[in-house]
């Protein structure tokens, strides 16, 4: 079975500083993984996903993400925070083979407040 | 690309009430999946359908919920005899199968459902 966990329910930062959000995956075969962002009362959009190409994947919105396999990671930076970065954010993992192909699972979520 | 639509976007009903969601997929994307979301949670995985065929519902699917994608196109999730443990975001996403899991899916605004 695959999961995916997300270390910090909340994460709060200042207006220009570094994001990250953390996020550990358990799968028994290779992972697809993704981050999708999720402002109030809207679906999600997707910012970024690994598929085993580049260990370093760019997204949208200026974040950017590392695939570690030694620790199991992939977790979520930005340089520089901005005030409209303030949402929810899901790391997911994707299922993939037999009938259960495309399915994901998410963690539990990390919302981001950015603080003038 | 119109995006995915959901209809409506509230429902309040009252327990005991059967209740049906639509999902208007992107119209070329022949995977669509159902999760529902509860408060401070990602994401579950229901059902998915690749076009018309439902090739896999979760344990989390009662025998209460039922969905059905008739033509390949849009997807109707109906809950009967809707219970206070149902109310929660219920998300619809889309994909287009691709050669492997990295398909990405695109998510609606998503049905929020209150039962009194």
């Known amino acids: 079975a695959q999961s995916v966990t997300q270390l910090g329910s909340h994460v709060s930062v200042s207006e220009g500083a570094l994001v990250l959000l953390r996020c550990n995956y358990s799968?028994?075969?290779?992972?697809?993984l993704f981050w999708y962002v999720q402002y109030p009362n809207q679906g999600l959009q997707l910012l970024l996903k690994?598929?085993?190409?580049?260990?370093l994947v760019k997204g949208i919105n200026g974040f950017e993400a590392e695939f570690k396999k030694s620790e199991t990671s992939f977790h979520l930076t930005k340089p520089s925070a901005h005030m409209s970065d303030a949402a929810e954010y899901f790391c997911?993992?994707?299922?993939?083979?037999?009938?259960?192909?495309?399915?994901?699972?998410f963690g539990q979520g990390t919302i981001l407040t950015v603080h003038p | 690309d119109t995006g995915v639509s959901q209809d409506p976007r509230h429902k309040i009903t009252k327990r005991g009430q059967n209740v049906t969601f639509r999902c208007d997929p992107i119209s070329e994307h022949n995977r669509l999946y159902w999760y529902r979301q509860t408060l401070g949670q990602g994401p579950e995985f229901l059902t998915y359908f690749q076009n018309e065929a439902q090739l896999e519902k979760s344990r989390l699917l009662s025998d209460r919920f039922s969905a059905e994608r008739p033509k390949g196109s849009f997807s109707t999730l109906e809950i009967q005899r809707t219970e206070q443990g149902d109310s929660a975001m219920y998300l619809c996403?889309?994909?287009?199968?691709?050669?492997?899991?990295?398909?990405?899916?695109?998510f609606g605004p998503g049905t929020r459902l209150t039962v009194l």
């Open positions: 997911a993992v994707n299922h993939a083979g037999g009938t259960s192909y495309g399915k994901l699972t």
């Open positions: 996403a889309s994909s287009l199968e691709g050669t492997t899991s990295t398909d990405t899916q695109y």
């Open positions: 690994y598929t085993s190409a580049a260990t």
């Open positions: 799968s028994s075969v290779p992972p697809y």
